[in-house]
């Protein structure tokens, strides 16, 4: 199938793929005094008295709003914020689909970090979780950890810790499959931009001790021209070498290396020059760095990617809905590491140790039990480290 014309039939035929349906029927005079006026007055009032109760007398404890200024458009670049509506009613679709979370896209029309921080803290009321979807780097982790300072409902930007739990919980099953000790890897992370920085800070969380990133200007060291705020922090608690060379010098001996960069861009020799076992995990999309063939060939023992039709996907789907289904069920206000680290061994816990392969480290993104599995640990972890209100 040709999916990019299939798709634009599609969406031209579906004229949007969510919509909003009634939970309540009004066909009578009492009906509507009920839903509307005059009765809605007494609610409105509860919650004047106490705000807490929006969460007992509206739909807002299953309301989320995931939100894009279109500046990262599904690696389609800055694409402005109406021309990602497509995606963002995608992953509210995702959303109802997997976790049963109501979702509402909203596209803002501003790439000024204080005019996105103050609009979606003024809509902060009417939701009871945020998704950031779509904001490029580096404004995209300042944006985030401003709206956390000052939002009491969770924050969370999809593109980097999705991504990161995703991964973190494939990690944690290829390092069993090929007998290795979180600690003692060394990971090697090529794209150190919104999900490669996310990926970084989430695998040092879980244990790793040992990481090298990269980008266009090559390995990121202490003190080196080029970086970007956020790189030059990470350069200060990675690469203990001070290695200061290239993509290919720093996969050598390698036991990990994860791409969210572009195409093509490591080769058979690259992947040869990693130790023994090697765990490759090439996320570019469409076309990863390295194609799994490829590094299969060159001596990687697990590949994974974020394509449907190789083993292995490394699909946001499985985090996402499971993880505001969870906040949302504790009523929490915010999604904490913790939660996100739960999140990540619950992924990972779905493949049993006698089901555990080279080729199945990660659940298929349509496995029934990844939102209640997940939701169920985030929500447990909302409750131990005292950020759940209900």
């Known amino acids: 199938m040709n999916y990019a014309e299939e798709s634009l039939k599609k969406h031209a035929e579906w004229k949007g793929k969510i919509e909003v349906t ?3 029927s009004v066909k009578t005079k ?3 005094s009920l839903a509307y006026t005059p009765g809605v007055a007494t609610p409105c009032l509860e919650i004047q008295k106490d705000e807490s109760k929006s969460y007992d007398l509206t739909r807002r404890w299953n309301t989320v709003a995931v939100i894009t200024d279109g500046t990262a458009g599904l690696g389609l670049g800055d694409i402005g914020p109406v021309a990602g509506m497509p995606v963002m009613e995608g992953k509210a679709l995702l959303f109802k689909a997997f976790a049963d979370v109501d ?5 803002i029309k501003s790439k000024d970090v204080d005019e996105l921080v103050r609009t979606i803290y003024l809509l902060s009321g009417s939701f009871g979780g945020i998704n950031l979807e779509d904001i490029s780097a580096p404004r995209c982790f300042e944006v985030e950890r401003r ?3 000052i939002c009491d409902i969770p924050v969370f930007h999809d593109d980097q810790h999705g991504t990161a739990i995703v991964l973190g919980a494939a990690l944690l099953n290829a390092l069993k499959v090929v007998k290795k000790d979180i600690g003692s890897v060394k990971v090697v992370i090529n794209g150190a931009g919104s999900a490669g920085i996310a990926i970084a800070k989430f695998l040092l969380s879980l244990g790793v ?8 200007i090559g390995t990121l060291v202490k003190g080196k021209e080029g970086m970007s705020s956020a790189q030059a922090e990470m350069a200060e608690i990675t690469n203990a070498e001070g290695l200061d060379g290239t993509l290919a010098d720093a ?12 195409p093509g861009i490591v080769s058979k020799e690259m992947v040869a020059s990693m130790n023994a076992g090697a765990i490759v995990f090439p996320m570019a999309n469409p076309v990863p760095e390295i194609s799994p063939e490829l590094a299969l060939e060159a001596g990687a023992a697990i590949v994974g990617t974020g394509r449907s039709d190789f083993n292995n996907q490394i699909n946001n789907v499985l985090a996402f809905p499971g993880i505001f289904r ?4 504790a009523r929490a206000s915010a999604i904490t590491e913790g939660m996100k680290r739960a999140a990540a061994y619950g992924i990972a816990s779905l493949i049993s140790e006698e089901e555990l392969s080279a080729e199945y480290i990660i659940p298929k993104a349509f496995d029934p039990r990844v939102a209640e599995t997940v939701a169920a640990a ?3 972890c909302a409750v131990e480290e005292g950020v759940a209100r209900i």
């Open 103 to 107: 979702a509402i896209p909203l596209c």
């Open 251 to 262: 996969m050598k001996g390698a036991d990990v290396f994860i791409g969210v960069s572009a």
């Open 22 to 24: 009634a939970r309540v």
């Open 147 to 149: 709206l956390k300072e």
């Open 209 to 216: 001790a040992n990481m090298i990133l990269c980008d266009k």
């Open 326 to 329: 969870g906040a949302l069920d």
């Open 30 to 32: 009492e009906d509507l």
């Open 378 to 380: 985030v929500r447990k």
